[in-house]
């Protein structure tokens, strides 16, 4: 697979999660495992450009796939477009679900460029955020949308 950019090999038993492949094995620990079980999206990584929560995929799955995780979302010249604005508009407290919740926005953002505020909701429902109440996640995710630039 491709993870970030770059092209990877490994031997993995035909039972490793994805989210641990990347953890564990490439050392890409800013996909976070919340829960095991799907419930917190704390994992999600983009797989071909689409979120995907990690803890639900094996490694193995993700054959001949390009993977994107947090460290790779920015090119190197700053945060991505999405990073910027949950800075920006403080959309994050401990920062535990920050990544999956960015990357998750991310690929939502591509699939509605013009979301209102309840399609955000709507399409974040999925991620949780125990430390704060939202609000400042979906400014983030509007303020990207506002300003044009790819999340």
């Known amino acids: 697979m491709t993870v970030n950019g770059a092209e990877r090999e490994s031997e993995v038993e035909p039972r490793t999660l994805l989210a641990y ?31 995907v929560k990690s803890c639900t995929m094996l490694a193995a799955q993700a054959d001949g796939a390009s993977v994107t995780t947090i460290e790779g979302l920015s090119n ?21 679900c920050t990544p999956g919740m960015v ?19 709507m399409g974040l429902e999925g991620n949780l955020c125990r430390c704060t109440g939202y609000q400042n996640i979906v400014k983030a995710v509007l303020a990207c949308a506002g300003n044009g630039a790819k999340p």
């Open 21 to 51: 492949y990347l953890r564990e094995t490439l050392g890409l620990t800013g996909t976070n495992i919340g829960c095991d079980t799907s419930s917190c999206g704390a994992c999600t990584v983009l797989v071909d450009g689409e979120s």
């Open 76 to 96: 190197g010249d700053g945060m991505a477009p999405m990073q910027q604005a949950f800075h920006e508009c403080h959309g994050l407290q401990c920062g535990f």
């Open 103 to 121: 990357l998750a926005a991310v690929s939502f953002l591509d699939e509605h460029p013009q979301p209102s505020e309840e399609d955000v909701r």
